[in-house]
Structure formats: structure tokens, C-alpha cells
Nanobody, 120 residues
Framework: QVRLVESGGGLVQAGGSLRLACVTS????????MGWFRRPPGKETEFVAR????????HYSDSVKGRFVISRDNAKNTIYLDMEKLRPEDTAVYYC?????????????WGQGTQVTVSS
């Protein structure tokens, strides 16, 4: 059974930081691009960040570029999202996803999500 399990969400004040982690199991994603998506309250799910299989190449949505960093540790089957300078509009359920075949197109596998709430 393929599982993606996110953790690290929580309540933080504007300007604060959080680190999300996604641990995968049941399938080897080491050679796949992986990403993070989010669903703000009352809105559609949107792309946040993507990392190539090695993590050497990354891509971000304009709304998070310069504030969020995606990384991965394939030995630990873990993908990270470091979020800084958080804003109230970053409030959302954050999902780990893969494998991404195109730049911002999600793959077949999703985690259960982790809630991030940024207070003003």
C-alpha cells in the first residue's frame, strides 16, 4: 500500500516559520519528481512547489517563491517544505504529492494533508 504521510502543520503567527515533512512508503519515489500542493479554505487545490528526483531542480508558485524551500532526503523517503515569512493567505491544508510528470501537474498519490493556519 502506497502511503504519503505529512506532518509539521500547526498554528503560527504571521512572519513565523514552519517545516512540513512527508514520509513515503510502499513505493520507491526516489527517481520521481515530488511536490507540495495546498487547498486554502473555500478554494481549489493549488500548486506550491516541486523538486526533481535529486532535489537539484526546484520550481515554485509565484506566491511562495523566495519564502518556501522544498527539499528531499531520498535515503529517508522524506520530502520537506520549509516555510518562512508566513502570511495569513498561506493558511491551507498542505498535501504531499507525486510523482509529478509535468511542472505543476499533480501525480496519482496524495497524502492526507496537514493544516497550516497563519494568524494575523
Amino acid at each position: 500500500q502506497v502511503r504519503l504521510v505529512e506532518s509539521g502543520g500547526g498554528l503560527v503567527q504571521a512572519g513565523g516559520s514552519l517545516r512540513l515533512a512527508c514520509v513515503t512508503s510502499g513505493r520507491d519515489f526516489s527517481w520521481d519528481a515530488m511536490g507540495w500542493f495546498r487547498r486554502p479554505p473555500g478554494k481549489e487545490t493549488e500548486f506550491v512547489a516541486r523538486a526533481s528526483w535529486s532535489g537539484a531542480n526546484t520550481h515554485y508558485s509565484d506566491s511562495v517563491k523566495g519564502r518556501f524551500v522544498i527539499s528531499r532526503d531520498n535515503a529517508k523517503n522524506t520530502i520537506y517544505l520549509d516555510m518562512e515569512k508566513l502570511r495569513p493567505e498561506d493558511t491551507a491544508v498542505y498535501y504531499c504529492n507525486g510523482p509529478l510528470s509535468a511542472q505543476e501537474v499533480p501525480g496519482d498519490y496524495w497524502g492526507q494533508g496537514t493544516q497550516v493556519t497563519v494568524s494575523s
